[in-house]
């Protein structure tokens, strides 16, 4: 893993307007995109949290993706879902309750990165270093540019400019784009954690610093 992409969630679980907290969910169904997904697995550990256990207290029902999970709540399939920004800012403003904020309750989850191929890479050293300061360098743009960012995102996304320009905030301010390029180390601890509790590897675990690789940042960036 040689970046990270996503090192945190903009997720939030939503629930029809009649839940006000999240110890109401038991006995719910919930929307997700898969049993294996990144954000089941956020879902999960904030309920478990909350004392509640997948089976024993709740049912999850695979949706897809946030789109089709905000169909099923709309059309009242579930009872809640995990919605990611902006799509879980529509969802509130029509009136539906937001039970907490993945990014908050599990702050520096490391939901996405850029993986590579060792040998690959070192065969396509110049390459991958072209890469990466490309990657970079675009981190670096979004973190500085709001005003270009938040004209340039709403032609690629379809998303309304008021939704983009909150959304913006969240990302920067929270570093879920990460301004520096790098891993979240207990992040990607976390990650390994839960995917090992969810029977996804197996033991001996790996260590993040097994299967993190900084160096072609810290080639590019001098640091």
Known sequence: MIA??????????????KFKTLDQLKGSTLAVSSLQAGSTQV?????KQRGLLFPRDYNLLRAGGTTLRWATLQTGQVDGAILAEPVSLIAVEKGFANLGDAYKLVPGYQLSGVWIKEEWAK?????????????????????????????????????????????????????????????????????????????????????????????????????
């Open 4 to 17: 990270g992409s996503f090192n945190g969630t903009t997720y939030s679980i939503i629930a029809q307007p």
């Open 43 to 47: 879902l999960k550990y904030i309920l």
């Open 123 to 223: 065969k396509n050293r110049d390459i991958t270093l072209r890469f990466v300061r490309a990657f970079y360098n675009a981190l670096n743009w979004l973190h500085d540019n709001r005003s270009e960012a938040i004209d340039l995102l709403p032609r690629i996304t379809t998303l309304k400019k008021e939704y983009v320009e909150t959304s913006w905030e969240t990302y920067t301010k929270g570093q879920i784009w990460p301004r520096d390029g790098k891993v979240n180390v207990k992040g990607l601890q976390l990650v390994i954690d839960l995917m090992g509790e969810e029977g996804q590897l197996k033991k001996p675990y790996p260590k993040p610093e097994d299967v993190i690789d900084h160096s072609y940042l810290q080639e590019i960036t001098g640091r």
